[in-house]
């Protein structure tokens, strides 16, 4: 038995004797983990058993069946304890752990209890060096008297596969080897390892997909052929892996978001006199901080420096200098003076730390006049690495250094002390901006508004977050909501995981916390875990200084959030589905018995609680709620993740009771629209599925109020296709209804979305004059206290659409004065509704109004600001409208350019399923044509007229002939 005389606290990680009940630091009560001799300094909590994302190897001893029978039993003993004990010294040096020896095998995890953003480059890095290792043990060298063809360099099959698993303690006895997994990883690791040739090291494609670029693999058919069966490609490793970073390249190519900041640095950089300047680039983990340094290093003016490109990374932050290890000079070597340098191991320590300094500041030094450094990730810096840099960069020389380094933390004290870095935090992108990434990514695969929608919502900002949800889609084909795991992309999961357990306090809390939801109350919190109040404000403060939740306000009062929704997204996928659904029934108790407080605030969580405790009818009230209470914060995507929820649970409802089941699913398909709408746009497939839905079922019920609305919104699917006869047709059926209703409220209410309908067709047949009657009529019904409220259930704000459209028919007439006017009013409905979406609308149409008066200021103006608003609210529809009237601008200063951007619009337009604007953006093209008289134009017109013959939408002829 291993006697382990200490531990370490799982609070503070302050170290404690074996005996210890309490912290001698913080004063929480202990767990005591006991410790396997082979994975000394890692341990999870006793008793714990989760859901991670693993990479397993499986190591075999080849020829041990031979040597146990050509060797004494005791000698053969001797033999497996020298690799045991091989296996393990190289396994820890990786910060692997082994989880159990089986004979000859041993099992490994990367990933656990511990997980890092590497841990499968440090898996192969272990896996290369683990056959060297056991090579240099023979039967010589263990004093066994065999036959000497056994006293040959022992040698390994290994396999390697990353997937998730069930992983801990789950016989509950504490005991290491009892650190089981449960799941497909460690048998595929096995089967893989049984494939592989003595020295040889497979990986599955699972594994190859989180390996860096400098990892060297062969794929080969044989391997693949036999590995089918097991649903998984292999991979030989055929070269030493490379201790770098994991690190795909950053927005592939495409710098997006980063135009202020940058023209910031770079103006500074280049008005510099002669001084030296020491950036730091701060973010979280894939924010793009590598991305922005070396596009800063690529501008211009950066053709007068000499770059050094360097980087720290995990395995080098005990090797001193790591960063300059490859410029650091060896004893004997000639000076630049033409001396012999002095051999460093005849200095005392001190001295010889001064002379590898001046040595490395010199080689540095002597590449010119202008020397840029590129330090990558100083989080991970060494000690001594942090100190050259600050003497580097204190010290006056003949040279001008310029030293971009990235870091996930502010300045190290150190260094912040000695050079006073200049600190820019790089922030998450809009959702607009992240939606052209997502699309950047892509590459030719045109994403739809509503794939764009979820990559945007769960990506939150981070661009690197945004690739990999990205690279999702198109993996998949198709949307990333999946059940469970599948929402997180393997890439991201052990970064993600990492962090969390790098902190022995606070991990329990979190999990537990993710099952309030990304925002909580340090009361709520405290009512669901079973902590004392002392242990619980330590752990969240840990939590906080991890940069893992942000606070607000003062305990006991206060509020914590996850600081990205992927952080509690994977500590709640962590917990058992067993654990999930006990602490959603326990919040469910304390929501009933008041404990809580206003439950009124918080219904989507309420809703998550009822629903997995299993009482859908709150549940799916709740669900509802939340889904109103986003679509009024024009928080869309969150609606819909709402209101999809509360339709799941709809259909566990109508087990109990169908006909309450269906009323409440006619409730949520009603609601649902409008937030779709927003997202996808009005011809998304989702949506026409959505009004099927609803259509039957309120004919079912038998709801007039329901089919009616149901009707408008099928009227805008026809519509925004450009299938005008049939949207025509349910317009005057509206009309008609409306006309034939009884109660005088209900009538004006069912008339401002009739006449509107009815009138939008006619605008886009071009028979202006009607339209206008219509639309003015509309606004005679129109009542702002009772009627506004329409844009939350048909997408847009009715006088605020009649009025765009009114203004754009007095443009058409001359009439500019009473057209700016209607616009104005327009814009002051969307507003006063404080309705983003109408918003964007009301900006669009005056640009485009402008366009039509020949006032490109004006429009570039009105344009900007739709684009700006389209970017938060990641409105595809209105973003490739205010970039197309942007591009007409800039066509008629620049062709090619102004075309480019039409065109990019014009396909980022078609992807939200609409075809109705597309021949408006194809006049804005020829009318840039006609200015500059470029050939091919005439064709093109005679094309999209063709086409307007067919559809009959002929609104977009005037934008055709503006002149200058």
């Given at each position: 038995?291993?006697?382990?005389?200490?531990?370490?606290?799982?609070?503070?990680d302050a170290e404690q004797s074996a005996a210890a009940r309490f912290c001698s630091v913080c004063g929480v009560e202990l767990i005591h983990n006991r410790r396997n001799e082979h994975n000394s300094g890692l341990s999870n909590a006793a008793g714990l058993v989760e859901r991670r994302q693993l990479t397993v190897m499986f190591c075999d001893l080849v020829g041990s069946t031979k040597l146990s029978l050509a060797l004494d039993p005791e000698d053969y003993t001797t033999l497996v304890r020298g690799y045991r004990d091989a296996v393990a010294g190289v396994v820890r040096q990786w910060n692997g752990y082994v989880a159990r020896f089986m004979g000859d095998g041993v099992l490994i995890y990367f990933g656990y209890p511990r997980a890092a953003e590497d841990d499968a480059l440090r898996a192969v890095s272990a896996a290369w060096d683990l056959p060297r290792s056991i090579a240099s043990l023979s039967l010589a060298d263990l004093s066994l008297k065999a036959d000497a063809q056994l006293a040959l360099p022992l040698a390994t099959r290994i396999g390697i596969h990353t997937g998730l698993a069930l992983v801990g303690d789950t016989d509950g006895d504490e005991r290491p080897e009892n650190d089981a997994v449960s799941g497909s990883a460690p048998n595929i690791a096995a089967k893989l390892q049984a494939l592989a040739k003595p020295g040889e090291i497979i990986v599955s494609d699972a594994t190859a997909l989180l390996l860096p670029p400098s990892v060297v693999l062969e794929q080969t058919d044989f391997l693949n052929a036999r590995t089918d069966s097991i649903g998984v490609k292999a991979y030989v490793v055929t070269?030493?892996?490379?201790?770098?970073?994991?690190?795909?390249?950053?927005?592939?190519?495409?710098?997006?978001?980063?135009?202020?900041?940058?023209?910031?640095?770079?103006?500074?950089?280049?008005?510099?006199?002669?001084?030296?300047?020491?950036?730091?680039?701060?973010?979280?983990?894939?924010?793009?901080?590598?991305?922005?340094?070396?596009?800063?290093?690529?501008?211009?003016?950066?053709?007068?420096?000499?770059?050094?490109?360097?980087?720290?990374?995990?395995?080098?932050?005990?090797?001193?200098?790591?960063?300059?290890?490859?410029?650091?000079?060896?004893?004997?070597?000639?000076?630049?003076?033409?001396?012999?340098?002095?051999?460093?191991?005849?200095?005392?320590?001190?001295?010889?730390?001064?002379?590898?300094?001046?040595?490395?500041?010199?080689?540095?030094?002597?590449?010119?006049?202008?020397?840029?450094?590129?330090?990558?990730?100083?989080?991970?810096?060494?000690?001594?690495?942090?100190?050259?840099?600050?003497?580097?960069?204190?010290?006056?020389?003949?040279?001008?250094?310029?030293?971009?380094?990235?870091?996930?933390?502010?300045?190290?004290?150190?260094?912040?002390?000695?050079?006073?870095?200049?600190?820019?935090?790089?922030?998450?992108?809009?959702?607009?901006?992240?939606?052209?990434?997502?699309?950047?990514?892509?590459?030719?695969?045109?994403?739809?508004?509503?794939?764009?929608?979820?990559?945007?919502?769960?990506?939150?900002?981070?661009?690197?977050?945004?690739?990999?949800?990205?690279?999702?889609?198109?993996?998949?084909?198709?949307?990333?909501?999946?059940?469970?795991?599948?929402?997180?992309?393997?890439?991201?999961?052990?970064?993600?995981?990492?962090?969390?357990?790098?902190?022995?306090?606070?991990?329990?809390?979190?999990?537990?916390?993710?099952?309030?939801?990304?925002?909580?109350?340090?009361?709520?919190?405290?009512?669901?875990?079973?902590?004392?109040?002392?242990?619980?404000?330590?752990?969240?403060?840990?939590?906080?200084?991890?940069?893992?939740?942000?606070?607000?306000?003062?305990?006991?009062?206060?509020?914590?959030?996850?600081?990205?929704?992927?952080?509690?997204?994977?500590?709640?996928?962590?917990?058992?589905?067993?654990?999930?659904?006990?602490?959603?029934?326990?919040?469910?108790?304390?929501?009933?018995?008041?404990?809580?407080?206003?439950?009124?605030?918080?219904?989507?969580?309420?809703?998550?609680?009822?629903?997995?405790?299993?009482?859908?009818?709150?549940?799916?009230?709740?669900?509802?709620?939340?889904?109103?209470?986003?679509?009024?914060?024009?928080?869309?995507?969150?609606?819909?993740?709402?209101?999809?929820?509360?339709?799941?649970?709809?259909?566990?409802?109508?087990?109990?009771?169908?006909?309450?089941?269906?009323?409440?699913?006619?409730?949520?398909?009603?609601?649902?629209?409008?937030?779709?709408?927003?997202?996808?746009?009005?011809?998304?497939?989702?949506?026409?599925?959505?009004?099927?839905?609803?259509?039957?079922?309120?004919?079912?019920?038998?709801?007039?109020?329901?089919?009616?609305?149901?009707?408008?919104?099928?009227?805008?699917?026809?519509?925004?296709?450009?299938?005008?006869?049939?949207?025509?047709?349910?317009?005057?059926?509206?009309?008609?209804?409306?006309?034939?209703?009884?109660?005088?409220?209900?009538?004006?209410?069912?008339?401002?979305?009739?006449?509107?309908?009815?009138?939008?067709?006619?605008?886009?047949?071009?028979?202006?004059?009607?339209?206008?009657?219509?639309?003015?009529?509309?606004?005679?019904?129109?009542?702002?206290?009772?009627?506004?409220?329409?844009?939350?259930?048909?997408?847009?704000?009715?006088?605020?659409?009649?009025?765009?459209?009114?203004?754009?028919?007095?443009?058409?007439?001359?009439?500019?004065?009473?057209?700016?006017?209607?616009?104005?009013?327009?814009?002051?409905?969307?507003?006063?509704?404080?309705?983003?979406?109408?918003?964007?609308?009301?900006?669009?149409?005056?640009?485009?109004?402008?366009?039509?008066?020949?006032?490109?200021?004006?429009?570039?103006?009105?344009?900007?600001?739709?684009?700006?608003?389209?970017?938060?609210?990641?409105?595809?529809?209105?973003?490739?409208?205010?970039?197309?009237?942007?591009?007409?601008?800039?066509?008629?200063?620049?062709?090619?350019?102004?075309?480019?951007?039409?065109?990019?619009?014009?396909?980022?337009?078609?992807?939200?399923?609409?075809?109705?604007?597309?021949?408006?953006?194809?006049?804005?093209?020829?009318?840039?044509?006609?200015?500059?008289?470029?050939?091919?134009?005439?064709?093109?017109?005679?094309?999209?007229?063709?086409?307007?013959?067919?559809?009959?939408?002929?609104?977009?002829?005037?934008?055709?002939?503006?002149?200058?």
């Open positions: 038995m291993t006697v382990v005389n200490s531990f370490r606290c799982w609070s503070c070269a030493q892996p490379q201790p770098t970073p994991v690190r795909r390249p950053i927005t592939m190519g495409h710098f997006i978001g980063r135009d202020a900041l940058m023209s910031r640095v770079t103006s500074t950089i280049t008005n510099a006199d002669n001084e030296n300047l020491i950036y730091l680039f701060q973010g979280e983990p894939g924010i793009g901080k590598s991305k922005f340094a070396h596009e800063v290093a690529a501008h211009p003016f950066a053709v007068d420096y000499f770059w050094l490109d360097l980087s720290c990374h995990p395995q080098g932050q005990s090797s001193t200098l790591h960063p300059f290890s490859s410029m650091l000079s060896g004893p004997g070597e000639v000076e630049s003076d033409g001396s012999t340098q002095t051999d460093l191991s005849q200095l005392s320590p001190f001295q010889r730390r001064r002379k590898t300094f001046e040595r490395l500041k010199a080689k540095i030094l002597s590449h010119g006049p202008k020397i840029g450094v590129l330090l990558d990730d100083i989080h991970w810096a060494d000690p001594t690495t942090l100190e050259f840099l600050g003497e580097l960069t204190s010290t006056a020389t003949s040279s001008q250094l310029l030293l971009l380094m990235t870091s996930r933390d502010p300045p190290p004290r150190a260094l912040a002390e000695m050079s006073a870095p200049r600190v820019e935090k790089l922030d998450r992108l809009l959702p607009g901006e992240a939606a052209e990434l997502a699309n950047a990514t892509a590459g030719a695969r045109v994403l739809t508004s509503f794939e764009l929608a979820e990559i945007v919502d769960r990506a939150d900002g981070n661009p690197l977050y945004i690739e990999e949800f990205a690279r999702a889609v198109l993996d998949h084909g198709g949307a990333i909501v999946k059940p469970g795991e599948e929402r997180i992309p393997s890439t991201l999961r052990d970064s993600l995981m990492g962090r969390l357990d790098g902190l022995g306090v606070g991990r329990k809390v979190a999990l537990h916390a993710s099952v309030l939801g990304r925002q909580f109350a340090f009361r709520h919190v405290l009512e669901l875990c079973d902590v004392s109040e002392h242990e619980l404000v330590v752990s969240l403060q840990a939590l906080v200084n991890a940069n893992i939740l942000l606070q607000a306000g003062t305990i006991p009062n206060a509020t914590f959030e996850f600081r990205h929704a992927l952080l509690r997204d994977v500590a709640y996928q962590t917990l058992l589905k067993s654990d999930r659904e006990r602490l959603h029934g326990r919040v469910a108790q304390l929501a009933v018995a008041g404990a809580l407080g206003d439950i009124d605030s918080m219904p989507e969580r309420l809703a998550i609680h009822y629903s997995l405790s299993g009482n859908f009818q709150e549940s799916i009230t709740h669900w509802l709620k939340a889904g109103r209470d986003a679509v009024k914060r024009s928080a869309n995507a969150e609606a819909l993740d709402h209101l999809r929820k509360g339709l799941e649970d709809c259909r566990r409802f109508k087990e109990s009771d169908a006909e309450d089941a269906a009323h409440a699913e006619l409730e949520l398909l009603s609601t649902l629209p409008a937030p779709l709408i927003a997202v996808s746009g009005w011809s998304s497939p989702e949506l026409k599925q959505v009004y099927d839905d609803a259509a039957t079922l309120s004919d079912t019920i038998g709801s007039e109020e329901a089919t009616f609305h149901l009707e408008r919104g099928r009227f805008n699917l026809h519509l925004l296709r450009s299938e005008l006869g049939t949207a025509d047709v349910i317009a005057d059926k509206l009309i008609q209804t409306a006309r034939r209703t009884s109660d005088t409220e209900t009538q004006q209410a069912r008339l401002v979305e009739a006449l509107r309908t009815k009138g939008l067709v006619e605008f886009y047949r071009g028979s202006y004059a009607t339209a206008h009657g219509l639309l003015s009529e509309m606004m005679a019904a129109y009542d702002p206290a009772r009627h506004a409220s329409h844009a939350y259930q048909h997408g847009a704000e009715p006088a605020a659409v009649a009025l765009s459209y009114l203004g754009w028919l007095d443009c058409l007439d001359g009439k500019h004065t009473s057209g700016l006017d209607k616009l104005e009013r327009a814009l002051e409905y969307a507003n006063m509704a404080d309705h983003a979406f109408s918003i964007c609308y009301a900006h669009c149409f005056a640009a485009s109004c402008a366009q039509l008066r020949a006032d490109p200021k004006a429009a570039e103006a009105s344009a900007i600001d739709a684009i700006r608003l389209s970017n938060q609210h990641n409105f595809q529809y209105w973003l490739a409208w205010g970039r197309a009237v942007r591009g007409w601008v800039q066509g008629l200063t620049a062709a090619e350019a102004g075309l480019q951007e039409i065109n990019e619009a014009r396909t980022a337009y078609l992807a939200t399923g609409s075809t109705l604007i597309a021949p408006y953006f194809t006049a804005l093209a020829c009318n840039v044509g006609r200015h500059w008289n470029l050939p091919g134009i005439e064709e093109r017109e005679n094309n999209t007229r063709a086409e307007a013959q067919s559809t009959g939408v002929m609104f977009w002829e005037p934008a055709l002939v503006v002149k200058l």
